[in-house]
């Protein structure tokens, strides 16, 4: 058995009150797909900086772009000027995203994390069409700040905050109700009927697959379904691809599949491939309403950040060989998952996911904190999401090996066997 991690708690919780994010130790250096704290204890990350590390730790290929761009003093501020550094990913995203996909966006860089993405999105949407309202999901999260806030389903991450939910009624998301009922029957109800309450909205926010709200999978026909219904109401679809774009689902945006075009798009996360801070808020050009200056910051364009994010396009995304691994990979974690479902029937709900994303759903929603901590102790790590934590979830960098992947999973299956 492996020895109990050390217990930090206590100084963490000194120094970070609010922070809950507690592993017991303390790490210090990665690589690939594994973490190693102080003690130089090993721990595989399938957590990958909360989706942040789609192309794994230090990875080779961004670490000596990086070190080359410091080594010729490049520009580390993140001001938004024109330098060379912008200059090379926006080519290396015209050419290797946008043009292959047809997809017309403008790219505008709206502050350091997803949060500034989308709130960049929900401001942009407002502006364009004049409305205040913005509809989004039941268990949807989109970020921490009041905007953001206003639209995450979240009523515990709400309430300290006193921020009410922008859109009068939570919406249901895909599967939410049984086979039966018409996805969007009841919403276009609310749409159309005057005394509902509902002010005409200006705009849809949607995950395709809910990350923090517990790996639920819209399927591409409700997403086409979702995207009609915004035309035929006049309403802009925001898709949320914050945690599951940059490969996490297989193609580098996550509603391609779908054949769905939002018209505006917030990615970040994965993008600058190294843990370093990077939004983008993608439009489609007639939504270019900004004045200059309208919505600029100190932070609003990361060179570093930009250096690897360019690194990443040019090795991953000239080609479709990430896509075809990550299906792959995915593959593999689904079977081992239906594996651990078929030993487990009265406690494991089902399993879900898509491309290296996947959930699984506990009835016992102490359970799924046992087997985190459990798989911690085993040196895997592993967070729970989900609208009670009841969900493990799987996000392992997508440049996992199949061994390490291998590995990972018995370790999970252990940590379920053993918090029977
Ligand atoms: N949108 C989605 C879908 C997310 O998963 C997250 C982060 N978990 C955010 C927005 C917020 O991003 P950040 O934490 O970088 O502000």
């Not at 210090?28 to 797909?33: C, I, K, L, P, Q």
């Not at 949807?140 to 921020?163: D, I, P």
């Not at 489609?284 to 690194?311: C, I, K, Q, S």
Request: charged share 20%; aromatic share 8%; glycine share 10%.
């Amino acid at each position: 058995d492996a020895s109990p991690a050390p217990d930090v708690f206590e100084t963490l919780e000194s120094e970070v009150r609010s922070y809950c994010r507690g592993w017991p130790t303390v790490f210090d250096r990665a690589h690939g797909s594994y973490l190693y704290d102080e003690q130089g204890r090993a721990y595989l990350d399938f957590f990958a900086g909360a989706g942040s590390l789609n192309y794994g730790h230090n990875n080779p290929v961004l670490k000596s772009a990086l070190l080359d761009y410091l080594g010729r003093d490049g520009i580390t501020h993140g001001l938004d000027m024109s330098t060379a550094a912008k200059r090379a990913f926006l080519q290396a995203f015209q050419d290797a995203i946008l043009r292959p996909r047809q997809l017309p966006y403008k790219v505008m860089f709206p502050g350091p994390t997803g949060t500034n993405a989308v709130e960049a999105a929900l401001k942009l949407a407002r502006k364009v069409k004049g409305r205040e309202t913005v509809v989004s999901f039941t268990n949807a999260f989109h970020g921490m700040t009041l905007g953001a806030l206003a639209v995450t389903g979240n009523a515990f991450k709400r309430a300290g905050a006193g921020v009410p939910l922008v859109h009068s009624t939570p919406l249901p998301y895909d599967g939410y109700l049984d086979d039966a009922t018409p996805d969007f029957a009841w919403f276009e109800r609310l749409l159309t009927d005057k005394g509902s309450g509902l002010d005409h909205p200006a705009a849809v926010i949607v995950e395709t697959v809910q990350g923090e709200g517990g790996i639920n999978v819209a399927r591409p026909e409700w997403l086409r379904g979702l995207g009609e219904l915004c035309r035929r109401h006049d309403m802009l679809l925001i898709v949320d691809d914050v945690q599951m774009g940059c490969g996490r689902t297989g193609a580098f945006f996550s509603f391609e599949e779908s054949g769905v075009v939002p018209d505006i798009v917030t990615v970040s996360k994965s993008i600058s491939g190294y843990g370093l801070p990077m939004a983008l808020c993608l439009f489609t050009p007639e939504l270019d309403a900004w004045e200059p200056g309208e919505h600029n910051g100190t932070f609003r364009g990361n060179n570093p950040a930009f250096v690897t994010a360019t690194a990443a396009l040019d090795a991953y995304w000239t080609d479709d060989q990430l896509e075809k691994q990550t299906l792959l990979r995915g593959e593999q974690v689904s079977q081992e998952l239906a594996t651990i479902r078929a030993e487990h029937p009265d406690e494991v709900q089902g399993i879900r996911g898509r491309g290296l994303v996947w959930g699984l759903p506990f009835h016992d929603t102490q359970r799924a904190a046992r087997v985190a901590a459990r798989a911690f102790q085993l040196g895997l790590l592993v967070e729970t999401s989900g609208p009670d934590s009841e969900v493990i979830k799987l996000l392992p960098p997508l440049t996992v090996t199949p061994d390490e992947l291998d590995e990972g999973l018995r370790t999970l299956s252990r940590a379920v066997r053993e918090t029977a």
